[in-house]
């Protein structure tokens, strides 16, 4: 997913064109620069077409971490970014964190 986030906005002629639907902030988590993702989340959430990606990017997230240091790295920045206090204050005009994931309503696997 990183990859793909870094090619997208490589490509872009401005900044931010391109990507419109992704997650704002998550190439800043991609190249390790946990940082540098409040301010794009921020700008987001005041930018309609862009909301609602922001919006998701701060849900819960229950799917598996990869093994490696990496991931697990960029899974710990993500819920810090997740729980920061000013990114969670500017969402709650627009949207609210929900108490659960998304597959939480999935059926569960038979063994």
Not at 78 to 106: E, H, K, Q, V, Y
Request: hydrophobic share 40%; charged share 25%; net charge positive.
């Amino acid at each position: 997913m990183c990859r793909g986030t870094w090619i997208l906005a490589k490509g872009a002629q401005t900044p931010g064109a391109g990507m419109r639907g992704r997650a704002p902030g998550r190439l800043a988590l991609c190249m390790g620069k946990p940082a540098e993702a409040e301010a794009p989340l921020l700008k987001a959430f005041a930018v309609p077409e862009e909301r609602t990606a922001a919006i998701g990017f701060m849900q819960p997230d229950d799917s598996p971490v990869i093994p490696t240091a990496y991931a697990r790295k960029r899974r710990a920045d993500m819920d810090t970014l997740r729980g920061n206090p000013r990114l969670l204050a500017a969402l709650a005009p627009f949207g609210r964190i929900l108490p659960f994931t998304l597959s939480d309503g999935a059926p569960k696997t038979a063994k």
